[in-house]
């Protein structure tokens, strides 16, 4: 949508176009499949999606975002605009009905209005998933 969203590059380890993505069947919609990340299979997982923010299907044009997380994790973002440098200590919480994105994702907004996001509640929200996926299996 409108909203422009930013990860710390901290957390980033690589940002890669989407290619060679492989769908894997019986998987939550939030995760689109696996794909080759340096040499690993790595889970892409739609952003939007797992942030619960409206939107119609995922783009299968974007970029994908890894993050550094003791695994190789990717999410599909449709398009990165760059580098920028955030003063954190300006940064806020929005007010309710500022942010599409529920509050556990967001550590900020800059007063350029970029959300920085959560990523250790996205890595946790994913996991969460996993679980819930590899619990369904064993019954």
């Not at 969203?5 to 019986?26: H, I, M, T």
């Not at 499949?33 to 974007?62: F, H, Q, T, Y």
């Not at 973002?77 to 994105?101: F, K, Q, W």
Request: charged share 25%; proline share 6%; hydrophobic share 45%.
């Amino acid at each position: 949508g409108t909203e422009r969203y930013g990860v710390d590059l901290a957390s980033l380890r690589q940002v890669v176009p989407l290619d060679g993505l492989v769908p894997v069947p019986g998987t939550p919609e939030t995760l689109l499949g696996v794909m080759n990340l340096r040499g690993e299979v790595g889970s892409i997982w739609d952003l939007a999606r797992l942030m619960d923010i409206p939107k119609e299907e995922a783009a299968m044009d974007g970029h994908v975002l890894v993050l550094k997380a003791g695994f190789d994790v990717g999410f599909l973002v449709d398009y990165v605009e760059g580098r920028h440098e955030i003063d954190t200590g300006a940064m806020i919480m929005p007010n309710a009905g500022e942010s599409a994105l529920p509050m556990r994702f967001l550590k900020g907004l800059t007063p350029e209005r970029i959300h920085v996001l959560n990523t250790e509640a996205l890595l946790e929200s994913i996991l969460s998933e996993t679980a819930e996926l590899a619990a369904s299996d064993i019954r």
